[in-house]
């Protein structure tokens, strides 16, 4: 039985991994489950999936859970200690899908502890790549994308030779604002923003699929998993979120992947870490489709991509400081203190900041990420207050 945790499995992609395991209950051991506020959600799948451990980053409901799970043998654990008691147990593979930076620690800590990673939480990745692949390589173990996009590429790229590739293509389907003009965006609320036209997924990635700065932050995956330089990553708008990705090689050949909007195949793809099995999930249907729709980003209307491959050509420090920002700038948005193109104003002046103030040069190590996570969050709040 392969042994399993998962990191974050509360949310949209921790319930997509539970519904994939549920078809083959008998090939997995759950060990150990998280989650941040959702103690229902997480004792009843701790006891329907009999895990042996169950984490709660929020600290206050401890007992709560604890009473839930009483009469059952998993162990209770919470807080940030806890997440790292769950994520530091011995499995063959864990799901890292914790929403934020809050996934980074426990994602490196299942590498360090030998477990394969499923990466949905790009964040570590955006903050920390080299020290993810350093950990990952040091300890034999795999590093897995799992957004649909990266996964996509591994997948065209597979029996590829590198020196072969002249560029990576990845899609975005415009979210939730793709036809509004610049103009409509002035005033639109986070509600309206938390509902992808293709995708089900969580508040968060949502509002950044709108705003595009969930697209940055895949750039940078996408030069952090796949050693590409900004000018052999391209951002195509494709409303239909079918094409994931595409590799284009000297030859002038491409090779596309084309897959349903649901993550449930990306994960599926991890999780038998590049076997292809009969699952019972949607398929595309061509013919009945017709018609394929691209076109090119429109860069006034999302400044967040142009910041996030400045943060693909700086390289260091620049992605911990990027995410940071933006998650600081995320969370005024969401509690109204922001407008919604304020957020990619509050992280150009964060960015242009820490540029100048020459804070994102230092050595990539761990602390100094950590470091500078605070210093961005903190920046962006002087700013907030001023746009
Ligand atoms: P959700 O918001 O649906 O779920 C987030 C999970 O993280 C929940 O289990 C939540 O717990 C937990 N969590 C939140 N804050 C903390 C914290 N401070 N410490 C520990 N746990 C915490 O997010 P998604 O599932 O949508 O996304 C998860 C990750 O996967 C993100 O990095 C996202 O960018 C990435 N991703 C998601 C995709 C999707 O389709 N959803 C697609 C590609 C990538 P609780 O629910 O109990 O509050």
Known sequence: MKKISILGATGSIGQNTLDLISFEKDKFKVVGLTG?????????????????VVAIADESKFYDLKNMLFGHKTEVCAGDSGILEVSGR????????????????????????????????????????????????????????????????????????????????????????????KSELENVTPDQASTHPNWAMGQRITIDSASLFN???????????????????????????????IACFHDGGMKAHLGPADMKHSIAYALHEEKRLKLPLD???????????????????????????????????????????????????????????????????TMDELYSANELNNDLEIEAILELDRLARSVAKTFVEKF
């Open 36 to 52: 941040a506020r959702n103690i229902e959600l997480l004792a009843r799948n701790a006891i329907e999936f009999n895990a042996d």
């Open 90 to 181: 011995q499995t063959d593979w864990v799901m890292s899908a914790i929403v934020g930076s809050a996934g980074l620690l426990p994602g490196l800590n299942a590498l360090k502890s030998g477990a394969n990673l499923a990466l949905a939480n790009k964040e570590s990745m955006v903050a920390a790549g080299p020290i993810m692949k350093q950990i990952s390589s040091l300890n034999g173990v795999k590093l897995i994308p799992v957004d649909s996009e990266h996964s996509a590429i591994a997948q065209v790229l597979r029996g590829e030779e590198r020196e072969t590739l002249a560029k990576i293509i990845i899609t975005a389907s415009g979210g939730a604002f793709r036809s509004f003009s």
């Open 215 to 245: 697209k940055a932050l895949e750039v940078i995956e996408a030069k952090e998993f796949f050693n590409l330089s900004a000018s052999e990553i391209e951002v195509v708008i494709h409303p239909e979120s079918l094409v994931h990705a």
């Open 283 to 349: 398929e595309i249907n061509l013919a009945e489709l017709g018609t394929l729709n691209f076109g090119k980003p429109d860069l006034v209307k999302y400044p967040a991509l142009k910041l996030g491959y400045e943060v693909v050509e700086h390289g260091g420090l620049a992605g911990a400081a990027f995410n940071a920002a933006k998650e600081e700038a995320l969370d005024n948005f969401i509690s109204c203190k922001l407008s919604f193109l304020g957020m990619a104003d509050v992280v150009r002046a």
